[in-house]
């Protein structure tokens, strides 16, 4: 990246923080905002950012960022209050998203016959992940039920992690038509999880152990605190490199691991929150200046169509198959299943693992998840704040709310940026 590359990308963010207070609560969101800039400075616009020279800042870009997001999520699961509590994200989670991959499997293979299975699982794999960020007035806002608030953000949190080691799988098996045998294809897939887990559980284990015998003897200054929890997936990426694993796999059991050992104490974490929000804000930057012009200039029909299905019927069936038996109301099964936007996870899958793995339909797949999160940051951002506010008054009109299933009581959850070393239950 070039001097001019870095002051562009400098002057974006500058700008968009002295303006984000008057931004916030609108329905322009920050991902529009980096986004649409990227577009417009990017090569396919006034050219400030030369997408060339911009490659391989992408690929460093991308992948901390994600590293940093799983860590922070995956640190803050409580898996016993998550088992008691939560009953919509575990529908989720347990029933929605193999549906979604499997719903998203087949309308690739109706609408791309040229992918083949793998290739066509890689790309509804790529696309599984929701994004909560994006619609931020849904996961935030005081008048919608919490159990729906809290289920998608709790959602959104856990699916990318638990979607790396599948898109590990598939993208193996995808490569194995081409390249690899069988057999070569099964060590691959062992060695990946494998040494993922082994990479996370190292570092988050002794991460955690090491850090909360120093912080007993007062030897952490506080800032430096940060900074070696911030080092923690970082040591768990480049561990499992080591071992010849995935290291976003790593991230996110450290992150697990860490959370589980740790114990609390009385320090934020937001050094990682807000490394993990300006990580974020890049990678929509650059997915705007670098990749998102190309795909807006070789749209097809059926990547129109998929696109379209994706943020429709392939997300909103299989969350009203997951939701039966819970007894929601229609307009909590249409709400719950319209935000399931596409976002930060799609783009760094599609970016890093898909456009490095030298599958011969990378192409087709990072341009149809190009078109895909593209609709949902402009689409889920312009319907977040409305249909969170109509939402809200429709519950608020019900005289006797107790007694709606949306109504049931659970546990507070916390969202990306809050204290996780506190005191009160941690968040799921």
Not at 22 to 43: D, E, Y
Not at 77 to 87: G, K, M, N, S, Y
Not at 166 to 182: H, M, N, V
């Amino acid at each position: 990246m070039t001097g001019g590359d870095l002051a562009t990308v400098a002057a974006v963010v500058f700008g968009y923080a002295a303006f984000s207070g008057r931004l916030h609560g609108t329905v322009i969101t920050p991902a529009m905002v980096f986004v649409a800039v990227g577009l417009a400075v990017g090569g396919d616009g006034l050219g400030w950012i030369d997408p060339g020279a911009s490659a391989e800042t992408v690929r460093i870009l991308t992948s901390a960022t994600l590293t940093v997001v799983l860590f922070t999520d995956a640190m803050r699961i409580d898996v016993p209050t998550l088992r008691r509590e939560a009953a919509l994200p575990e529908r989720l989670l347990g029933i929605g998203l193999p549906l979604t991959i499997v719903a998203g499997t087949a309308a690739a293979l109706a609408l791309f016959p040229e992918l083949g299975l793998w290739p066509a699982a890689v790309l509804a794999t790529v696309l599984a992940p929701t994004d909560a960020a994006l619609g931020q007035a849904v996961v935030t806002d005081p008048s919608l039920p919490s159990r729906v608030r809290q289920g998608l953000n709790v959602e959104s949190g856990l699916n990318d992690g638990l979607c790396v080691p599948l898109l590990a799988i598939f993208l193996t098996l995808a490569e194995s038509e081409e390249d690899l045998t069988k057999g070569d294809a099964l060590r691959v897939i062992l060695e990946e999880i494998g040494g993922g887990v082994a990479g996370g559980l190292l570092a988050g284990a002794l991460g955690a152990l090491v850090l909360a015998f120093c912080l007993r003897r007062r030897w952490v200054e506080p800032a430096w605190h940060q900074i070696a929890l911030l080092m923690v997936p970082v040591a768990a990426y480049g561990a499992a490199v080591a071992f010849r694993g995935s290291g976003f796999i790593a991230a996110f059991v450290a992150g697990l691991a860490f959370g589980r050992l740790a114990g609390r104490t009385d320090a934020p974490t937001y050094l990682a929150d807000q490394v993990g929000e300006l990580l974020a804000a890049l990678t929509f930057l650059i997915f705007g200046a670098v990749a998102l012009g190309p795909v807006l200039g070789d749209v097809t029909w059926a990547v129109v169509a998929y696109a379209v299905l994706s943020l429709t019927l392939v997300r909103m069936v299989p969350v009203a198959v997951a939701l039966v038996g819970s007894r929601p109301r229609p307009i909590t099964v249409a709400f719950v299943g319209w935000f399931g936007p596409r976002g930060l996870a799609s783009i760094v899958f599609a970016l890093d693992l898909v456009g490095e793995s030298g599958l011969e339909e990378s192409p087709l797949i990072v341009r149809v998840v190009g078109l895909t999160v593209a609709l949902s940051v402009l689409l889920h951002g312009a319907s977040a704040a409305p249909a969170a506010r109509r939402y809200g008054e429709w519950f608020a009109r019900h005289p006797r709310p107790a007694e709606l299933t949306e109504s049931l009581p659970t546990v507070e959850i916390r969202p990306r940026g809050a204290r996780l070393f506190g005191g009160g239950p941690k968040p799921l």
